[in-house]
């Protein structure tokens, strides 16, 4: 019989796979690069990274050999990027599952029991920078996290959700979005989509620029009350549901035309999310302080973006529109 974390794990490797073939059928350029990686007990990562094809061998010989350094974090992954297609500029979606024996200052400041006890983390994380400014960035990632010292019982929850980033937005398509969350949230509960929508928009705040990261979604974390197989179910709607949220979007905006000035003000905005993964998010604290492999936690920096001092839009203008859709709204 399988234990908890091993019906999840099945689950979150489902779900890679089952996202990738759908971002490669409505790009229809290129196929995703897999780089799978390893990390045996008391080895650092490889010195650098191999992309390899996906095929058992190939993933056997990316084994890294490094010398020993005690107290990392030990496991592996598959790490999925899709490059220069003719949709996505770049798609990167990981699983991963790490074992360690401390944590780190990200997780044990809110949940200071957890300190000395061993914990592993499991999860699939995404982010889709595409090429047209009219089709949104988005983000998903749902995660299962265990942590046990012996003689007593383990502490778990669940954690994810997705977000929505548009440089051009539509309401058509923020209502669609959140239609979908609301949709998949409401067999666990009325309250579910307000309180995990409110979440997920004062999570994703820029404090320094006083501005949401886009229209937010869903956002929860510390997911454990109710039970396992509840707590399970929802996660499992929540990495179901990304899809059935962003394709529609993708299919609608991809073929608009677009000239160098959209092209700008997207690489332009691309740094706000380049700001708040680098100083805000949790996730990439989490897995920098464990330790974690540098490539696969960045992998969520757009590939291309550009600063400008002191930019503001012209009054009136597509661009200045987009302020309006920064702050939390009640889309439905």
């Excluded at 440089?167 to 609301?182: G, I, K, L």
């Amino acid at each position: 019989m399988q234990t908890n974390l091993e019906r999840v794990d099945a689950f979150l490797r489902d779900l890679q796979d089952r996202i990738c073939g759908a971002f490669e059928r409505i790009d229809g350029g290129t196929r995703f690069v897999e780089d799978a990686w390893s990390r045996p007990a008391a080895l650092t990562p490889p010195l650098a990274p191999r992309a390899v094809p996906s095929s058992p061998a190939a993933r056997a010989r990316n084994d890294g050999g490094q010398p020993p350094v005690a107290g990392l974090p030990f496991g592996g992954g598959r790490t999925r990027v899709l490059k220069n297609g003719r949709v996505f500029e770049q798609a990167g979606v990981n699983w991963s599952r790490v074992t360690g024996d401390k944590l780190p200052p990200s997780a044990t400041a809110h949940r200071p029991q957890l300190a000395g006890r061993q914990w592993t983390a499991t999860g699939v994380s995404l982010v889709v920078h595409p090429n047209n400014p009219y089709v949104p960035t988005s983000h998903a990632n749902v995660r299962y996290f265990e942590a046990d010292r012996e003689g007593e019982e383990p502490v778990w929850w669940f954690g994810g959700g997705f977000d929505l980033t548009p440089f051009y937005p539509f309401d058509e398509d923020c209502v669609d979005w959140h239609t979908v969350a609301h949709d998949l949230c409401a067999p666990f509960g009325d309250d579910v989509y307000p309180k995990y929508k409110k979440w997920c928009d004062e999570y994703f705040w820029l404090k320094h620029r006083n501005e949401t990261r886009g229209v937010g979604g869903l956002f929860f974390d510390d997911l454990s009350e109710g039970g396992f197989e509840r707590c399970f179910a929802f996660m499992q709607a929540v990495g179901n549901g990304y899809l059935d949220a962003y394709l529609p979007i993708i299919e609608r905006r991809k073929d608009m035309p677009y000239g160098e000035r959209e092209r700008e003000f997207q690489l332009y905005r691309r740094g706000r999310y380049v700001e708040f993964n680098l100083v805000y998010d949790r996730g990439t604290l989490f897995g920098l302080q464990s330790g974690g492999r540098a490539e696969s936690i960045l992998m969520s920096l757009p590939p291309r973006v550009r600063y400008e001092y002191g930019y503001a839009p012209e009054p009136g203008s597509a661009e200045a529109r987009l302020a309006d859709y920064l702050k939390p709204r009640q889309w439905l």
